[in-house]
């Protein structure tokens, strides 16, 4: 499986934009980029995906280079509760399971 | 409320006893798997199950044997366990396999110790 590579925190403050990055060099033209999160004391929870285009939805939006090789999520306005650990995982067409690596762990700040 | 509940949500158990974990989803999915969160450690996939068949074991020690008896029910039977089996289980379910679209729901976990 094509590995992601996430900084294992971050730190932003309240009603700010985060923008949170993930390297997936050897991302494959079948894989799919998604995004989970998992806040504390909770099970992961879907956050959004995309294949080549940038993908907005209500939680965040999905920056993707031209060259796939990269990828950053962007919360427009973060808030405490958006306090979490972010996952960026590739997801191959055929492949059922989700590879989780170690996230990146959010801190937002009042 | 993700729809994926997980039951009991803490559980102590010494390593000669058997207990099960219980995980029930209400969102009419038919792909359920068992995922492992240790400290330090990513989410490891453990099993997937589709249309109650068992699609991946991913070389996961026979001490933990799961059921599906239908496709909204999934247990994870634990025998002769090991302190270092503690752990955080996380129940997921999805609609099905095959579309890297699906999206997958976690449960809150059921938080294991092996004493």
């Known amino acids: 499986d094509a590995k992601t590579t996430q900084p294992n925190s971050m730190e932003s403050n309240e009603e700010e934009p985060v923008h949170l990055p993930c390297n997936h060099s050897?991302?494959?033209?079948?894989?799919?980029i998604h995004w989970y999160r998992q806040l504390p004391s909770q099970g992961p929870e879907y956050v959004i995906h995309?294949?080549?285009s940038n993908v907005n939805n209500r939680m965040a939006s999905l920056a993707i280079a031209e060259d796939r090789k990269s990828s950053t999520l962007i919360l427009h306005r973060a808030t405490l509760r958006d306090a979490a650990v972010y996952y960026c995982?590739?997801?191959?067409?055929?492949?059922?399971?989700?590879?989780f690596g170690a996230g990146t762990r959010l801190t937002v700040k009042p | 409320e993700t729809g994926v509940t997980q039951t009991p949500r803490h559980l102590v158990m010494g390593m000669t006893n058997k207990k099960s974990l219980k995980c029930e989803q209400h969102?009419?999915?038919?792909?359920m798997y068992w995922y492992k969160q240790s400290a330090k450690k990513p989410l490891e996939l453990m099993f997937v199950?589709?249309?109650?068949?068992?699609?991946e074991n991913n070389s996961v020690p026979s001490r933990f044997s799961p059921e599906c008896p239908n496709s909204s029910h999934l247990f994870l039977h634990l025998h002769t366990l090991q302190p270092e089996d503690s752990a955080l289980y996380l129940c997921?379910?999805?609609?099905?396999?095959?579309?890297?679209?699906?999206?997958?729901?976690f449960g809150e976990g059921s938080w294991l110790t092996v004493v």
């Open positions: 050897t991302i494959s033209g079948t894989d799919y």
């Open positions: 969102l009419g999915h038919n792909a």
């Open positions: 995309g294949l080549t």
């Open positions: 997921a379910s999805s609609q099905d396999l095959g579309r890297v679209g699906n999206t997958i729901y």
């Open positions: 995982i590739l997801r191959d067409y055929n492949n059922n399971d989700m590879r």
């Open positions: 199950y589709n249309f109650k068949e068992q699609t």
